[in-house]
């Protein structure tokens, strides 16, 4: 099976614009997981999506959100981008919701 | 709040030493789950354990689930330089239900000396 994908790998945005990452999951899973990873602050829990639906939020503030497709296919999106947002941006899909994980490679966002 | 509290959070070897690495969590766990992150790489899916009490190896590497499931211990025998990276270790809430949110321990990095 392929693993899983996420697109683009790199990013480098400005100050206050948006960004829309994506993550394509191993066929067959159905949970898709962010993370936000950070030098020294391990693995942030952003969101879970399960069949579509947000079943899980982390602590970050409204200008995160995502959105998972029928294909199980998940974006998410930042808007108003601030610096503190550079980080590498880890997806991972699962077969159920809160299974092992399976991460992507990943997208490094650099916030200038 | 549910906490996974992982211990060290560095460790620098000799090849050839042991290393153990602990998590503990505030609450009572369904699961923990053991992920390997190797420098500029992403998080892999070790193993889970789901039983009270326990135990399962892999080639040198074995794991551990408390009794009472709330702690967890991954030691590494005989380390080499391939076994460099952060190891991290995520529970789920055994009285969370439905929502089977994972909760992440902040990892614990392993440096080891050739």
């Known amino acids: 099976k392929a693993g899983v994908t996420q697109t683009p790998r790199y990013l480098i945005k400005t100050r206050g614009q948006q960004v829309t990452l994506s993550c394509s999951p191993i066929?067959?899973?159905?949970?898709v997981s962010w993370y936000q990873q950070t030098p020294g602050q391990g693995l942030q829990f952003l969101f879970e999506?399960?069949?579509?639906?947000?079943?899980n939020k982390g602590n970050f503030p409204g200008r995160f959100s995502g959105r998972q497709f029928s294909n199980s296919r998940s974006e998410m999106n930042v808007s108003t981008l601030e610096l503190g947002d550079s980080a590498l941006y880890l997806c991972?899909?699962?077969?159920?919701?809160?299974?092992?994980?399976?991460f992507g490679p990943g997208t490094r966002l650099t916030v200038t | 709040g549910q906490q996974v509290m992982q211990i060290p959070q560095y460790q620098h070897v000799q090849e050839g030493e042991d290393f153990t690495t602990y998590c503990n969590s505030s609450t009572t766990l369904s699961n923990i789950q053991w992920y390997k992150q190797r420098p500029g790489g992403h998080p892999v899916f070790l193993i889970q354990l789901v039983k009270s009490g326990e135990v399962k190896k892999q080639k040198r590497l074995t794991f551990q689930f408390g009794e009472a499931k709330k702690n967890s211990s991954l030691h590494i025998t005989a380390t080499q330089t391939t076994d460099v990276g952060t190891y991290f270790c995520a529970g789920q809430d055994y009285n969370a239900g439905n929502n089977r949110k994972l909760i992440w321990g902040l990892g614990t990095s392993l440096a080891v000396n050739p």
């Open positions: 066929s067959g899973h159905r949970s």
């Open positions: 999506y399960f069949s579509e639906t947000q079943r």
């Open positions: 991972a899909s699962s077969f159920l919701n809160g299974g092992e994980q399976y």
